[in-house]
């Protein structure tokens, strides 16, 4: 016999009252009860059997405590059964919610999660799968709106930052299975890092080397004008400390963001930035990301402050941060 949340020792004890409703939600033989006992446990998809996810009013009883992660990536479902369409209550309650920034910042997701859900959501089919729909376009403003937010989800590493960003015509392919080009990933990155950070450079370069007039005002799609296929030729990782070097820029960091990294210079990228550490006198670091590479290595794995990544998610943001900060 079941204890009805509220009474007994269930009370007050949210996790046996969470096991209790999602016991219940099992055996519950109509949709209108699986909904009843999402809005009094407050389930999650995850506890919900697979036979009810096709229905808009158990979709509808989760809507208004989802978690954001939940959200974005729930979004295709819940337009393609029907929730979520132009004007109904549903799609004003997500277009509020993907506007607050208390629920943003609750999220702690980096912006980068919110730009892949943005263009998976727009092109209307997921990566995976044969899931389809229209998507609505007040979603996708609200969507790109919530990227920005995000921005204050970043914590800032108080380094002096260099990025490099590779900008030959590679950088269009894809990453990691989301429909993100390497070119906007990486631009995304710099975006965040002039949005967060004081003290940092932004340069793009292949064979050539120069810097982009990023600002913390820009928007994406503005600063991918400087970034977005600007020529083509080898790509020389070696670059940016070349460049901090010869114009005596000081540097905590660099971080230089590639396809599929190659080493096209008469110096190697390890090489250069320890000739950068004894003309300066700093004690620098590197992070090479080759974004869609299978494996690469240019650091001195003899060196704890040069760090290769080998591929590009969601949790590379943290990783390059954590480096940097340390």
Not at 189 to 210: D, S
Request: glycine residues 8%.
């Amino acid at each position: 016999e079941w204890i009805m949340k509220g009474e007994g020792d269930i009370a007050g004890n949210d996790a046996l009252a969470l096991i209790e409703g999602f016991e219940r939600v099992k055996v519950a033989d109509n949709k209108k009860l699986v909904a009843s006992l999402i809005e009094t446990y407050n389930l999650p998809r995850e506890a919900i059997p697979t036979q009810w996810l096709n229905e808009v009013e158990v979709w509808d009883a989760m809507l208004p405590k989802m978690p954001l992660t939940a959200l974005i990536r729930n979004l295709g479902k819940m337009t393609i059964i029907g929730l979520l369409k132009p004007m109904s209550k549903a799609t004003v309650l997500v277009i509020d919610k993907l506007g607050q920034q208390d629920y943003i910042r609750k999220s702690r997701l980096h912006p980068l999660a919110i730009l892949i859900a943005l263009k998976v959501y727009q092109q209307g089919h997921g990566e995976k799968g044969s899931l389809k729909w229209s998507p609505v376009g007040k979603i996708v403003d609200a969507l790109d709106e919530a990227f920005y937010l995000a921005f204050g989800n970043v914590e800032p590493t108080g380094k002096r930052l260099m990025l490099g960003l590779d900008v030959s015509g590679s950088m269009s392919s894809p990453f990691g299975g989301t429909p993100v080009s390497c070119c906007e990933g990486a631009t995304a990155m710099a975006l965040v890092t002039a949005r967060t950070e004081q003290n940092w450079v932004v340069t793009r370069f292949n064979q050539g080397i120069e810097t982009i007039p990023i600002t913390p005002r820009q928007r994406l799609d503005d600063v991918m004008k400087y970034t977005d296929s600007i020529n083509g030729g080898g790509t020389d990782c070696s670059l940016p400390m070349l460049w901090a070097a010869q114009n005596k820029v000081e540097i905590d960091c660099f971080s230089v963001y590639t396809d599929n990294e190659t080493w096209a210079g008469q110096i190697h990228p390890f090489q250069a930035l320890k000739q950068y550490r004894q003309k300066m006198g700093i004690p620098a670091k590197l992070v090479v990301v080759g974004m869609v590479s299978s494996g690469f290595s240019i650091a001195d794995p003899s060196d704890a402050a040069m760090l290769d990544v080998i591929g590009f998610d969601t949790a590379t943001p943290q990783v390059i941060s954590d480096f940097a900060a340390s």
